[in-house]
């Protein structure tokens, strides 16, 4: 059921890095009842710089979802981000970028 | 090393230069200069931009201005090591040089002293970089830095978008937060298209040009600025000096001030009624601004007294 929504956010980009936010392994769940999505997200480090930017994207493109009339993320540090929750595609991509992951 | 033909051989077919032993002294020389350009204005955003990301409105944007000064120190480190595989020494080109000697555009002495200012900065002075690098990334005849300027280009991206989605957030928000907006680009908007230099009908020559050092001339660069710069400015809600116009079937970008013009860089005021030649800019260019000293001593004062400390022999 909430496919679409993961396929919406592999559309949005990591503002700093080549790489899309479901391929950089952060958004940990999705549900949605009655046209409200919430979504599970955590970031690759505390202090992320682009924390605001990514709450903003993940919002903007959701609410562009047939339906959708309210989204709620949480953000969440547990479990923590590491390099392994990357799929093939995301390490693909940074490697081709010269980051080794 | 080549011959004057062989290299001037090279340079035509398109090929990378990668090394000094591929070079001719010319070349070289040329190079190091474009190198220092770049790793200067890169290094001395840093102080520039700490000064004011300091008044940030919030943690996050505190965390977004020091990742944007880190950024920018980093793409100083590799113009200075690239510097320093040709020759030079990094060390003392950034800790022993006079204040004055440092080859950055003008705009940075001008002291950014709001948040608001800082993220028209990123919005305007980091478009400026983006252009600028971007084109080196796109047409530089020297290997290692085309290819070192892969991440930096991502990177400026990420300093583009924190000064256009702070623009336009203040603007929306209207009153005394959006004059205050409209205040900062009123002076920063000339000082950004002064950045790319004299107009191409002025400067005759370009060995930067010839050795594919860069691919497009300044008033090119300038036009790609424009182009980027002017419309969004107009669909945020911000006046800017500058209209579109259509000659040739081409959009071209018209100042609507003289250019150049009188500044006053202690008031950030641009007298548009008092047009000034290339020869008055030049003089205002060399002098260094207001902050000048004060950013350059930020990073050679601690050093040298560091070094005194630290090594009592003096070495």
């Known amino acids: 059921m909430t496919q679409r929504f993961w396929t919406a956010l592999a559309e949005v980009k990591d503002p700093e890095m080549p790489v899309n936010l479901v391929d950089l392994g952060v958004i940990y769940g999705i549900t949605e009842r009655d046209g409200i999505v919430e979504v599970d997200l955590t970031f690759t480090a505390m202090g992320c710089p682009a924390s605001d930017f990514i709450l903003e994207d993940v919002r903007e493109r959701l609410l562009r979802e047939a339906g959708v009339r309210e989204v709620r993320v949480n953000v969440v540090w ?3 981000w590491t390099s392994a ?6 390490r693909d991509a940074l490697e081709s970028w010269g980051l080794a992951v | 090393m080549p011959t004057a033909a062989e290299f001037d051989q090279t340079i035509k077919s398109g090929e990378l230069i990668e090394s000094p ?7 070289l020389r040329e190079l190091k200069h474009t190198l220092i350009v770049s790793g200067d204005t890169e290094l001395i955003s840093a102080p520039a931009y700490y000064l004011a990301a300091k008044r940030a409105p919030s943690i996050n944007a505190f965390m977004t201005g020091i990742a944007i000064i880190q950024d920018e ?6 113009a200075y090591h690239i510097l320093e595989e040709l020759g030079e020494d990094q060390e003392k080109l950034i800790f022993s040089r006079d204040p004055k000697s440092f080859r950055y555009p003008y705009a940075f002495d001008v002291p950014l002293d709001t948040w608001t200012e800082l993220v028209v900065a990123n919005g305007m002075y980091d478009q400026a970089g983006f ?14 830095w085309k290819r070192g300027l892969n991440k930096v280009m991502a990177e400026e991206n990420f300093h583009l978008r924190n000064g256009r989605t702070w623009m336009k957030r203040i ?3 209207g009153g005394s937060a959006k004059d205050e907006l409209q205040r900062a680009v009123d002076w920063m908007f000339p000082l950004s298209v002064e950045w790319f230099g004299l107009p191409d009908d002025l400067k005759m020559h370009s060995t930067q040009l010839e050795y594919r050092l860069k ?18 400015c107009e669909q945020i809600g911000i006046k800017v000096p500058a209209h579109k ?3 040739d079937g081409k959009d071209v970008w018209e100042l609507d001030y003289p250019f150049p013009c009188a500044f006053d860089a202690e008031a950030k005021l641009w007298d548009f009624k008092q047009p000034s030649t290339w020869d008055d800019v030049l003089v205002r260019w060399r002098a260094r601004g207001p902050r000048n000293a004060e950013m350059v001593a930020m990073f050679q004062e601690e050093f040298h007294k560091f070094r005194k400390t630290h090594h009592k022999n003096g070495s």
Do not use: F
């Open chain 1, 78 to 80: 547990d479990p923590p």
């Open chain 2, 131 to 144: 252009c600028l690098l971007g084109d080196i990334h796109d047409k530089c005849s020297y290997g290692p």
């Open chain 2, 215 to 232: 691919g497009l001339t300044n008033d090119q660069l300038r036009q790609w600025w424009l182009s980027t710069v002017v419309p969004y």
């Open chain 2, 171 to 173: 603007s929306a928000s």
């Open chain 2, 21 to 27: 032993k591929e070079m001719t002294p010319e070349y």
């Open chain 2, 245 to 247: 116009e259509e000659r």
């Open chain 2, 73 to 78: 120190l980093a793409h100083a480190h590799i």
């Open chain 1, 85 to 90: 929750r990357m799929t093939e595609a995301g």
